[in-house]
């Protein structure tokens, strides 16, 4: 069955720095979004991406966050200057429509700013 | 704006018994879906269900079940035949139709499975 493939799984870095975050959507998918999840709380919608530019963002998604398609398969979130409240576990997710069929996340990179 | 509430944070089930978690949510659309997550401790989301609102019969995959009502805007999961492996938080998670398709999460319910 055709995977939604995050990487790093887990990614500590200074408090600062930047990171990027990379996803691998299923390849017919045309819609892809990244959600948060803090430790203990409920999942968060970040931004969806569609036909090479952000459609919608959350009040989440700031001047320091930026999100890319370099090429046919990745999906990337840039967060420039990490605080310590990113600490979060980042989901990608891709759809291959808008009616929320086949609605696939990744399995998620842990990140942890120290 | 919308939103899901989860009004149980942690339920409790024997194997082999039933459980059924809550799910309401609050909007002004006609046109959405409603979705089931659940998240192991290795804390990947995995699709349990899906109900698309215009449909009355309810969604059903395999021993999971839910019972729709749009005019009650509720949406609750019935788990049957409960297997340890079913241990996970449960988010309830609604999508408005039509749109760029964001998913608007609960705070989730923390269900154990008893031996």
């Known amino acids: 069955e055709p995977e939604v493939t995050q990487t790093p799984s887990h990614q500590v870095t200074q408090m600062g720095q930047e990171v990027i975050l990379r996803c691998v959507p299923i390849?017919?998918?045309?819609?892809f979004y990244w959600y948060r999840q803090i430790l203990g709380q409920k999942v968060e919608f970040l931004v969806s991406?569609?036909?090479?530019?952000?459609?919608?963002k959350s009040e989440i998604f700031d001047d320091q966050f930026s999100v890319e398609r370099p090429d046919g398969s990745n999906f990337t979130l840039k967060i420039r200057s990490t605080k310590l409240e990113d600490s979060a576990m980042y989901f990608c997710a891709s759809t291959p429509d808008r009616k929320g069929h086949g609605y696939t996340f990744g399995s998620g990179t842990r990140l942890t700013v120290v | 704006a919308q939103t899901v509430t989860q009004s149980q944070p942690e339920m409790s089930v024997q194997e082999a018994e039933t459980v059924t978690l809550s799910c309401t949510y609050d909007?002004?659309?006609?046109?959405?879906?409603l979705f089931w997550y659940k998240q192991p401790p290795s804390r990947q989301m995995i699709l349990v269900i899906r109900q698309e609102a215009y449909k009355q019969q309810n969604a059903t995959e395999n021993r999971f079940s839910v019972n729709f009502q749009k005019a009650a805007k509720s949406f609750s999961l019935k788990i049957s035949d409960s297997q340890l492996g079913d241990a996970a938080m449960y988010f309830c998670?609604?999508?408005?139709?039509?749109?760029?398709?964001?998913?608007?999460f609960g705070k989730g319910t923390k269900l154990s499975v008893k031996p």
């Open positions: 998670a609604y999508r408005r139709g039509g749109s760029q398709g964001n998913l608007i």
């Open positions: 991406f569609y036909n090479n530019e952000i459609s919608e």
């Open positions: 909007t002004s659309e006609s046109d959405y879906y």
């Open positions: 390849s017919n998918h045309l819609y």
